[in-house]
Every structure is written in structure tokens, then in C-alpha cells.
């Protein structure tokens, strides 16, 4: 995301809310390195491993798919003051082919439907029109992490104020799965939470005042089973400091039972004109400044006449019959 702004308005605060549940901020910002995508099929070491878009979506491809449902509400304002606030409901079906579709609706009206089918991509907004076009990587797998990070999204903003601590184990549908819990503390057990740039550089000295969290996470795969994180921070505002709370609550079912995803019924992208290339190419190197003419070298001499042009004998006209 890009640099922290102070907040001025009502307007401006509402915005905020944007910033800290940046889903899609957060999950582009989550970059992959060479050593990033895929958990092991063993014991998770690191929660944040689990919570990690790129890697729960490779997870939810290895146990052959599921339904990943999950609501996360986001609220900020001024202190003392009236917060805004926005809640998010997101469902996700992976089948055993590793199409997709999810959906996603919050309480301001807004929401969109995404579904993968083999190597074609629909996307529709709330009310609006299913439009289908090729499917290009990174998108669908960008679109999908977008989709899995309000669980990452919580977790990289309490992470550096956060104590991570084993809770045991308990068996989930008959497999082994470890459960994390999350209580305010020095950043123990949190690893690898990186330092944020841009807008998200103010997590780095927000505070957190409340903070109570439970994962569970499959051994075997490194899936993430269920999450419940809830946090209250506080921030340097302008000119009041922000306060807000964070909350996620996540739950996986239908593991390797999800029913394929179908094709849906879309419209095909409508390919707009050229006109921009088309005119540029037309009218490249009309403005372009001409090179200077070369002088002319000593002693050369010029094709050009600059004195009087020498008149001849005049030529005698046609003649006329009398």
C-alpha cells in the first residue's frame, strides 16, 4: 500500500477503514518469494505460514478443495468519536480441479462474484452483468488470494504487538490439526512480520489495547481450519487518534467434497476500439523537433543562388497569320 495519510475529515476516516482492511493491499504487499507459495505437507512451524493468502490457497488445492466461509468487520474513527465501520461476508468454493468461485457482499452495498473455469475468468460486480474473459496468470490466482486474506489481513496488523503460543492439539474430521492462540505481548512467536511500507507503515507503531485470537491449523496440509481473531488498536491521528477494532471469524468445510464448479453464464468481453494506439501511430513524428541543418563546410560551394538570376535572350513568340 502506499504512505499513511492523516485522516481530516468524515470523509477521510471512512477511507481509513479501507486502509486497514485492505484485503487486496495486504495480500499484493505479501509478495512470493522463491521460497514462498506452498507449506510443506507436515506440521506447521509458523502461524503465519497458515495465514498467508498464497500458501492457504496452495493448501485448499492439496486436500483436493473445500468451502472457505468468512466474515471480518473493520471499524476506525477519531477518537471519542462516531467510528464507520464496514462488514464483509466472503464464501469460497475450491473443487478437485482447482476452478474456484467466490463471493463476496459487505453492508454498504457493495460486492462482486468471481468463478474460474478451466482457463476462462468471470467477474461480475453486485448488480451488475457476469462478464467472461481469458483466464491470465497472476490474476485468478491474485483474485482468489484476495478472497482468503481477511484472516492475514487481522494478523499482520496485531502480529508485532502479539504473543503466539501452541494450545495443544485437538482432531478435526479425524485429522490432526494444531491450535495457535493470539494475547497481547512483545511479538513472540510471530515471525515473520515484516516491516509495512506505504500506507501501511503506520501498523508499525499502532498500539494494541485488546487482543483474542484461536487458529486452528491441519498438520498434514497447513490449512487453515477455523480462525477467530478479534483486536482493539489505537494510532497517531490528525487531529485525534484513531481507534478502531478488527475482527475475522473463519470456518472450513466440504474438504475434498466440494461439488465442481460449473460454467457460469457470462457475457464474452466486449473488445473496445483502438483509438489511442491507432492515432498515435498515425500522427508519431509529426510534433517531433527537426535536427539543425549542418553548416556549410569552407570552401564548398553553395547549391543555392542568392544573387540575381541572369536573363537571357528573350525567345521569340508564336507568329501570327495577318
Known amino acids: ?16 477503514i479501507a ?17 514462498q507459495g506452498t507449506v510443506p505437507a507436515q506440521k506447521v512451524a509458523v502461524l503465519a ?25 473493520f471499524s476506525a474513527g477519531p477518537a471519542g468519536g462516531t467510528p464507520n465501520a464496514v462488514t464483509t461476508t466472503t464464501d469460497v468454493w475450491v473443487d478437485r480441479s482447482g476452478n474456484y468461485r467466490f463471493r463476496e457482499q459487505n453492508d454498504r452495498d457493495g460486492g462482486r462474484e468471481v ?14 452483468k457476469m462478464i467472461r474473459r481469458v483466464a491470465e496468470e497472476p490474476e485468478p ?8 486474506g481477511a484472516p492475514f489481513a487481522v494478523f499482520d496488523l496485531v502480529a508485532r504487538r502479539a504473543r503466539v503460543a501452541r494450545a495443544g492439539e485437538e482432531l478435526v474430521g479425524g485429522a490432526r490439526a494444531t491450535v495457535f492462540e493470539l494475547q497481547p505481548g512483545d511479538g513472540k512467536g510471530a515471525e515473520r512480520a515484516h516491516a509495512s511500507d506505504g ?15 484461536r487458529v486452528v491449523v491441519d498438520d498434514a496440509t497447513g490449512a487453515l481450519v477455523r480462525c477467530d481473531l478479534t483486536a482493539k488498536f489505537a494510532t497517531a491521528g490528525d487531529p485525534k487518534p484513531v481507534e478502531g477494532t478488527v475482527e475475522v471469524h473463519t470456518v472450513l468445510t466440504e474438504v475434498a467434497s466440494t461439488a465442481p464448479i460449473e460454467r ?10 483502438r483509438t489511442q494506439p491507432e492515432q498515435k501511430e498515425l500522427l508519431r513524428g509529426l510534433g517531433q523537433v527537426r535536427p539543425a541543418a549542418e553548416p556549410p563546410r569552407p570552401g564548398a560551394k553553395s547549391a543555392v543562388r542568392t544573387g540575381p538570376a541572369k536573363q537571357g535572350p528573350a525567345k521569340p513568340g508564336p507568329k501570327v497569320a495577318p
Open 1 to 16: 500500500m502506499l504512505r499513511y495519510r492523516r485522516l481530516t475529515s468524515k470523509r477521510a476516516w471512512f477511507v481509513g
Open 264 to 273: 457460469p453464464p457470462a457475457e464474452d468481453l466486449a473488445m473496445r476500439q
Open 141 to 148: 490466482s491474485r483474485l482468489l488470494e484476495e478472497a482468503l
Open 49 to 73: 505460514d497458515a495465514l498467508r493468502p498464497d500458501a492457504f490457497a496452495a493448501a485448499l488445492k492439496r486436500i483436493g478443495g473445500a468451502h472457505f466461509h468468512a466474515t471480518a468487520r
Open 19 to 35: 486502509i486497514i482492511s485492505g484485503v487486496a493491499g495486504v495480500v499484493a504487499g505479501c509478495k512470493r518469494g522463491k521460497d
Open 199 to 213: 500506507l501501511r507503515k503506520w501498523r508499525d507503531k499502532a498500539s494494541i489495547d485488546a487482543l483474542q485470537g
Open 115 to 128: 468463478v474460474l473455469h478451466g482457463r476462462e475468468l468471470a467477474v461480475a460486480l453486485r448488480y451488475g
